[in-house]
């Protein structure tokens, strides 16, 4: 599926689509909670071994999101979120999803992105928090390895 035959090139087709959230330290955990408190179908990743720490007892305490908020719009969201899939395998992560946020630091980006590859699939969009060029790191990777999925990448400073 590429994006170009989803609703003449425009990107509504990720709206009802699961998010996939890659990497279980706090940008991800509150990352996954925002998304889940919005109402989308979220599943929260992380590699082993550090999934056995970052990822314990998620199934069933969720993430709780309080406190005080400030930004620029206003906006808020608060409440416990409690996540569609929460797991150590990559596949079951990415497979369908729309959104795939990299929420890792710069040192992960390599072995993230060299088990995501595999299971990319055409129209996906992967955001990557923060970027330090991971985005050139990911299309790099992506050619040594052979795919010619057609996602879309963006990274975030």
């Known amino acids: 599926m590429s994006v170009e035959k989803h609703s003449a090139g425009t990107m509504v087709y990720l709206k009802n689509m699961p998010i996939a959230v890659l990497g279980g330290g706090a940008v991800g955990k509150t990352c996954a909670a925002d998304m889940k408190l919005a109402g989308r179908e979220v599943r929260l990743f992380d ?3 550090f999934a056995e720490k970052t990822l314990a007892n998620l199934g069933k305490t969720g993430i709780l999101l309080d406190g005080v908020q400030r930004n620029r719009y206003c906006f808020e969201r608060s409440g416990r979120a409690y996540f569609d899939v929460v797991t150590s395998n990559i596949e079951w992560a990415v497979k369908g999803a729309g959104l795939i946020v990299v929420a ?15 299971h990319l699939e055409d129209g996906q969009v992967i955001h990557i928090f923060t970027d330090n060029y991971a985005t050139l790191l990911l299309r790099r990777l992506m050619r040594e390895m052979g795919c010619t999925k057609q996602v879309i990448v963006g990274g975030w400073s």
């Open 104 to 118: 890792a630091p710069a040192m992960a980006h390599e072995p993230f992105f060299r088990a995501l590859i595999p």
């Open 47 to 49: 590699m082993m071994p």
